[in-house]
């Protein structure tokens, strides 16, 4: 089992940063790939990042490209998104989540454990 605790969430204007972390506990964190989803209200869930447990691959939806950047520091068992020049389309609940698979990351399918989620709001 893996548990998955995000952080960082909250309300900034547009154009501005956050830094989401996840923490996680458990079975070896470095043995997961992580990625990060979020889902808006009304929405399905839609995948923004992922890396594998190496750091060495990372993934990004087309339209985070440029702005969002994932990592992980597997010392302290934590992943983290740093996201600039936030829009209010990035609105959205964003979860963090783990799988013990290589491929298909960026599929919600593909996931094994997931946190609850932090809320992040852009103001226009």
């Known amino acids: 089992q893996v548990q998955l605790v995000e952080s960082g969430g909250g309300l900034v204007q547009a154009g501005g940063s956050l830094r989401l972390s996840c923490a996680a506990s458990g079975r070896t964190f470095s043995s997961y790939a992580m990625g990060w989803f979020r889902q808006a209200p009304g929405k399905e869930r839609e995948f923004v990042a992922a890396?594998?447990?190496?750091?060495?691959?990372?993934y990004y939806t087309d339209s985070v490209k440029g702005r969002f950047t994932i990592s992980r520091d597997n010392a302290k068992n934590t992943m983290y998104l740093q996201m600039h020049s936030l829009k209010p389309e990035d609105t959205a609940v964003y979860l963090c989540?783990?799988?013990?698979?290589?491929?298909?990351?960026?599929?919600?399918?593909?996931?094994?454990?997931w946190g609850q989620g932090t809320q992040v709001t852009v103001s226009s």
């Open positions: 989540a783990a799988t013990g698979r290589v491929f298909g990351v960026w599929l919600s399918s593909s996931y094994d454990y």
């Open positions: 890396i594998t447990w190496s750091a060495g691959s990372t």
